[in-house]
């Protein structure tokens, strides 16, 4: 228990650590939001979704305090830090093409909830193309953090966790 204690404080403390990054860097927000999303996934090959779920609720609370820019904490919230439980729930035993669809439409759903909240503090172009040119940059999102847990699969988690 206190293994998995420490090693999701350690792993908060890294969320925490490129929150701060989003306030001194003004670029590559999105990137460093997609980073912080990736701890989750580990806990969750470590401990389970309900370790993963307390875990996304704990970086919510601590990404509102630490993250100035609120649309940037909202954007996190609804779909960079929630996103390993969803991958979780949706990779589970289903064909690959459902696999797709489910998390097309999760996508859609979440970039619906945050264009409807952040619309009521900045202006947000409504282009419907750049529907599409999110849903290919969420494709590719996708592919990326598998290969991320694939890598902690094989090469990561044998070393950390000795």
Do not use: C
Not at 47 to 76: D, E, M, Q, R
Not at 132 to 151: Q, R, W
């Amino acid at each position: 228990m206190s293994k998995k204690i420490a090693y999701s404080g350690i792993l908060l403390a890294v969320d925490v650590l490129l929150f701060v990054m989003l306030n001194v860097l003004q670029t590559n927000t999105l990137f460093l939001l997609g980073l912080a999303s990736l701890p989750i996934a580990v806990i969750i090959m470590n401990w389970g979704p309900k370790t993963g779920a307390v875990f996304y609720i704990a970086s919510v609370i601590l990404g509102f305090i630490v993250i100035s820019n609120k649309a940037h904490w909202i954007i996190y919230v609804f779909t960079f830090g929630v996103y390993g439980l969803i991958k979780y729930l949706v990779e589970q035993d289903r064909p690959v093409y459902v696999e797709y669809i489910l998390k097309l439409i999760y996508a859609n759903v979440a970039l619906a909830i945050v264009y409807f909240i952040v619309r009521q503090f900045v202006y947000v172009p409504k282009q419907w193309y750049l529907i599409l040119l999110f849903e290919v940059v969420f494709l590719v999102y996708d592919y990326a953090y598998s290969l991320f847990i694939d890598y902690y699969n094989q090469k990561l988690k044998s070393i950390i966790n000795r």
